[in-house]
């Protein structure tokens, strides 16, 4: 088997990538190397998924949001299949450079949708994100929920790319799955995310800022449980049997809620970095910011039915490994 993974640098990409790796695919992976967050990170990532797999791993630098480009650069890929799990990232960031998104997100997926079509892939799973939620009240959140109303540009994209893999499974026939991911975190993850920032401030003394008056709550999830769920759905891709699919769709297309399937208080997770730190926070109490939701709480029920998913990893156990990784990659001491 041969996988086409784009974002190979990013978090999740890194860890699928070296997933489907260890059980012996081979991987070609691309991503644009963009300034979001460290580049030095991202550069640590595929160093590392070429230290431990060699030759089986290939990475090709490039944005796929350039049409001519990306068909150059997947011209001589071998893979069939396609994981797309890049994408301009950060609720926040979409705030104060739209024009980001609907490059990358809305142009960046339709481009992957063609390459995947001329390519008559076997499957295309790719990401989606529990922000299509918005403004949803009713807790859990399930994929059979009405998603119309996103309360950022974000989740906007991720929605409209929702559309268009739907249109491209009535048309074409092309199998696909999106992941709703539910705040993912773990080793190798990313500085921009609350767990990242928490950490580094507590470790250095300095404090930490807590939106939403703290009285917020999200389902955190692993990164090795959700590694697990992408690798479930590439090795089952929807039948087209004109049968209804989690999500609605009656064509070769289904929609997954990926997440621990529990609902923490955000002050809890703060309480385990402290214990894994060593140290307590000091603690700005900020109000709600723009784009944010409140709550976030995953139904999981239909990926558990369909494809086994049974995410196994608490935060009391995922939070200090995440802590104790952290130390280790910037050298500091326990």
């Known amino acids: 088997m041969s996988i086409l993974v784009t974002g190979v640098a990013g978090f999740i990409g890194f860890h699928v990538a070296n997933r489907l790796l260890e059980r012996g695919a081979t991987v070609a992976g691309i991503d644009n190397l963009n300034d979001y967050y460290s580049v030095a990170l991202k550069r640590a990532r595929l160093e590392e998924l070429r230290r431990r797999h060699g030759e089986a791993f290939r990475f090709v630098e490039v944005d796929f949001a350039d049409e001519a480009a990306l068909d150059r650069a997947t011209q001589g890929l071998p893979?069939?299949?396609?994981?797309?799990?890049?994408?301009?990232?950060?609720?926040?960031?979409?705030?104060?450079?739209?024009?980001?998104?609907?490059?990358?997100?809305?142009?960046?997926?339709?481009?992957?949708?063609?390459?995947?079509?001329?390519?008559?892939?076997?499957?295309?799973?790719?990401?989606?994100?529990?922000?299509?939620?918005?403004?949803?009240?009713?807790?859990?959140?399930?994929?059979?929920?009405?998603?119309?109303?996103?309360?950022?540009?974000?989740?906007?994209?991720?929605?409209?790319?929702?559309?268009?893999?739907?249109?491209?499974?009535?048309?074409?026939?092309?199998?696909?799955t999106g992941l709703r991911f539910f705040t993912v975190y773990g080793p190798w993850g990313r500085p921009d995310m609350a767990m990242w920032l928490f950490t580094k401030a507590i470790l250095e003394g300095r404090p930490i800022d807590v939106y939403g008056e703290g009285d917020m709550r999200r389902d955190f999830t692993y990164i090795d449980d959700i590694a697990a769920g992408v690798?479930?759905?590439?090795?089952?891709?929807?039948?087209?049997?004109?049968?209804?699919?989690?999500?609605?769709?009656?064509?070769?297309?289904?929609?997954?809620?990926?997440?621990?399937?529990?609902?923490?208080?955000?002050?809890?997770?703060?309480?385990?970095?402290?214990?894994?730190?060593?140290?307590?926070?000091?603690?700005?109490?900020?109000?709600?910011q723009p784009g944010d939701v409140r709550d976030t709480y995953a139904d999981i029920s239909a990926i558990q039915r369909d494809l086994g998913f049974s995410p196994s990893t608490t935060i009391d156990e995922g939070i200090p490994r995440f802590v104790a990784w952290y130390r280790d990659y910037h050298g500091l001491p326990d």
Do not use: W
């Not at 609907?102 to 949708?113: D, E, F, V, Y």
């Not at 989606?128 to 059979?144: A, D, I, Q």
């Not at 759905?233 to 070769?252: F, M, V």
């Not at 214990?275 to 926070?281: D, L, S």
């Open 79 to 176: 893979f069939d299949s396609v994981v797309h799990l890049g994408a301009q990232a950060g609720v926040r960031y979409s705030i104060e450079n739209p024009r980001a998104y609907g490059r990358s997100n809305i142009a960046g997926h339709l481009n992957m949708l063609e390459v995947a079509r001329a390519r008559e892939a076997r499957h295309f799973v790719y990401a989606s994100s529990s922000s299509v939620y918005g403004g949803n009240e009713r807790l859990p959140f399930r994929v059979e929920d009405r998603v119309d109303h996103p309360l950022s540009l974000y989740a906007a994209t991720k929605k409209a790319d929702e559309l268009m893999s739907e249109t491209y499974a009535h048309l074409y026939r092309m199998p696909q």
């Open 231 to 288: 690798l479930a759905a590439l090795d089952n891709p929807p039948p087209d049997d004109g049968e209804p699919k989690a999500g609605g769709s009656k064509g070769p297309h289904r929609l997954y809620n990926i997440g621990n399937n529990r609902s923490e208080e955000l002050l809890r997770m703060i309480a385990l970095i402290e214990e894994a730190c060593g140290r307590k926070a000091e603690r700005n109490i900020l109000p709600m």
